[in-house]
């Protein structure tokens, strides 16, 4: 079990990036969040198996089809015990 922190800058808001992280999220398994910031960015936690995960940030490193991400951070974190589901957050703003 991993988890990673994400952010991703570049195109990303309003090209339907959360929903694609969730939809991405809900096929691999994984558990976690997405969010907007108010800097454009967007954010998000995920967590699962090693091998899911990894397709996951690759997934995210090329966004949906009208994303552009120019810049993706990523950290490992300690794994949350008990998260059962990918969600959306509200907005940093």
Known sequence: ???FYIRV???????????FTSMTASRLDLT???RNRED??????????EGPVEEFIQAVSQGPRYA??????R???TPEPGERSFHERGSLW
């Open 75 to 77: 950290k490992k974190l």
């Open 32 to 34: 976690g969040w997405v």
């Open 68 to 73: 552009i991400v120019e810049d993706m951070e």
């Open 9 to 19: 800058s570049g195109r990303v808001q309003g090209v339907g990036f959360r929903w």
């Open 1 to 3: 079990m991993v988890r």
């Open 40 to 49: 454009g960015d967007v954010e998000m936690e995920v967590q699962g198996d």
